[in-house]
């Protein structure tokens, strides 16, 4: 399960919806998607190399990069 943090909630590991993971230009992952809660926002969360790959392989995230 892909979690981050959602700025309108307030709340730390909120579940994000349809996750998409990405590179960054410094070469990071991060997770993009929306909030399970309240449905109106963005929720990113910073991953390692590993964690995004994982989640990738199993199918709770879709690879965008």
Excluded: H, L, W
Excluded at 49 to 58: C, F, H, L
């Amino acid at each position: 399960m892909v979690t981050g943090y959602c700025v309108v909630c307030k709340e730390k590991g909120v579940k994000i919806d349809k996750p998409v993971i990405s590179q960054t230009a410094r070469g990071g992952y991060m997770a993009k998607g929306t909030c399970s809660k309240c449905k109106k926002t963005t929720v990113c969360a910073m991953m390692s190399k590993d964690n995004a790959e994982k989640a990738i392989t199993s199918g709770e995230a879709k690879k965008g990069f």
